[in-house]
């Protein structure tokens, strides 16, 4: 039998515990273990950006990170991005306005980039934006939408600050 | 796309990460950032009977600014105790890459660093990490071969420091023996009146270039060109660096500073370098590309150099 070990987690403010081997990927636990299927998979090499969540504040791959290292911290997941009352964040509702999604299997991994991204640079220019998102791969929408989408949540960050 | 099996180690020091290290020799691997070794692992590329996590061990994320000035002005290779930055195995690149010390003391690599993939990816893969997977057509590699700088290896036997043109031995080779970790790497301090210039080719943004250029341009007194130090990446197993100091005061010849003339130099380059053909660009292609960045490196390099050189409080960082 494969050595298996207790992984305590705090998911979305969640207090959370599984048993799995070792090799268990983050993306994984996620998804089979805490069946939290929000966070996609897409090439499990670091390429597409979709299982990107963000590991103590920061945006990572899930899929290059074994589930035993993320062990203590605190994940946020695309689950986690909405409000306790389901009002969904800034970024979430300027994906929605603009069209930044079609089939939406790229889309978890674009938001949890993108609210971190504005959380750090609330007011990036084009080419911040491009390089900020130039590690999410999308296969509709031809990206404009989405540039379109990281731009109006900036400016409704904005206004929720006021 | 799974990793195998594999018995998990997590030292919480750096001790018991090395008698770990020696007590299952070549048969484990360090796990750093992972963004290079968990993919082999889920691709089934690599298969280690151990891993060997280092992520918990204390005292490992250290980025500091070492040594005096005197000692930044040591010939590269003699630099081992000098002014430079030191980046500790779990420093990661988006740490170095943010760094306003490091930025000060060596720009190339913030400059480089902007080019290793993604942000994202930055927010886990270590400098270290990249140092010790070796890829040829990986940025930081070239970036310590052509600074001269060393990386610290550390095992249950004791430590030892390799320069960096002994460090890498073949594609995805390091002079790293089983048993031993990658403590610590030593990028020199930029010396005064020296400028650098990072630049690349990739087929799209954050992917490993088909060909890249690191060039270090010194300028004497009169602010006229004297030496020139280019590293290259994607062009052969290693990095390589050529030394184009003679080619670099023929440029400069009868000229005024700042307008030394390095149009012959691409040529110069591609007579000089046997690229390998792989199925991302020829050898012809990689060759005549490494001749045109370099180039344009040498000619940006020298502009940030007279840049420096030109304005006061540039180069001494009060405030680290
Ligand atoms: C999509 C994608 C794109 C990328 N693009 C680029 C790119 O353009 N340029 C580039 O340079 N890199 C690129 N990378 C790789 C990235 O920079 C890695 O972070 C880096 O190569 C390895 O660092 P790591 O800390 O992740 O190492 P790991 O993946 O943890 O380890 C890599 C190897 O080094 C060994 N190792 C790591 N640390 C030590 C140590 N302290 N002592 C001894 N051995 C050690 C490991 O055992 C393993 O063999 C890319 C990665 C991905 C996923
Ligand atoms: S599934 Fe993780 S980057 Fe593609
Ligand atoms: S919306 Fe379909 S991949 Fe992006």
């Known amino acids: 039998m494969e050595e298996t070990f207790e992984i305590e987690l705090t998911v979305n403010g969640v207090h959370r515990t599984a048993r799995a081997p070792a090799r268990r990927l983050l993306s994984d636990l996620l998804r089979h273990d805490l069946g939290l299927t929000g966070t996609h998979v897409g090439c499990e090499h670091g390429v597409c950006g979709c ?3 963000l590991l103590d504040g920061e945006p990572v791959r899930s899929c290059l990170m074994l589930a035993v290292t993320a062990d203590g911290h605190e994940i946020t997941t695309v689950e986690g991005l909405a409000g306790r009352d389901g009002t969904p964040s800034p970024v979430q509702r300027a994906f929605q306005e603009c069209h930044g999604l079609q089939c939406g299997y790229c889309t978890p991994g674009f938001l949890c980039t993108v609210t971190a991204l504005l959380r750090d640079n609330p007011r990036p220019t084009d080419e911040e934006v491009l390089e900020g998102i130039s590690g999410n791969l999308c296969r509709c929408t031809g990206y404009q939408n989405i540039v379109a989408s990281v731009h109006r949540a900036a400016e409704l960050l904005a206004e929720e600050a006021r | ?13 750096l001790a018991e990460a090395l008698d770990v290290l020696a007590a299952h020799g070549a048969d484990a691997k360090v796990l750093a950032g992972g963004q290079s070794l968990i993919p082999l692992l889920n691709m089934r590329l690599a298969e280690p009977g151990h891993i060997v996590d280092i992520n918990r ?6 980025v500091r600014i070492v040594g005096s000035e005197e000692d930044a002005q040591a010939p590269p290779g003699g630099r081992t105790g000098g002014k430079g930055v030191r980046v500790g195995a779990l420093a990661r690149h988006a740490a170095v890459e943010r760094s306003a010390g490091v930025a000060a003391v060596q720009p190339l690599l913030p400059a480089a660093l902007r080019h290793v993939a993604h942000p994202v990816i930055r927010n886990r893969g270590t400098v270290v990490g990249s140092l010790a997977h070796a890829d040829p057509a990986a ?12 990386v610290e290896a550390v095992s249950a036997a004791g430590r030892r420091t390799i320069p960096a043109a002994d460090f890498f031995t073949g594609p995805l080779e390091s002079a790293l023996r089983p048993g031993e970790l990658a403590e ?8 005064p009146r020296t400028g650098v210039a990072f630049t690349e080719t990739s087929r799209r943004h954050g992917d490993y270039a088909l060909a890249g250029v690191a060039a270090v341009v010194g300028l004497d007194e009169d602010l006229r060109v004297s ?42 380059v591609r007579d000089h370098l046997d690229p390998e053909p792989d199925i991302h660009a020829g050898a012809d292609y990689r060759r005549h590309l490494a001749g045109v960045l370099t180039e344009r490196a040498l000619r940006a390099a020298t502009a940030d150099a007279l840049d420096r050189a030109q304005t006061p409080g540039v180069h001494d960082e009060a405030e680290w």
């Open chain 2, 1 to 13: 796309m799974k990793p195998p099996p594999f018995a998990y180690h997590a030292p919480a020091t």
């Open chain 1, 51 to 53: 299982c990107t969540v």
């Open chain 2, 227 to 268: 030496t020139a130090r280019v590293g290259y990446l994607g062009v052969a197993a290693t990095p390589l660096v050529l030394d184009l100091t003679p080619r670099a005061r023929q440029a400069q010849d009868g000229r005024p500073p700042g307008a030394a003339d390095w149009s012959g130099v691409a040529g110069y």
């Open chain 2, 139 to 150: 940025e930081l590699p070239a970036v310590l071969a052509v600074l001269g700088g060393t």
């Open chain 2, 57 to 62: 061990v204390a005292g490992l994320d250290g």
């Open chain 2, 184 to 191: 610590a790497a030593f990028f020199p301090a930029l010396p």
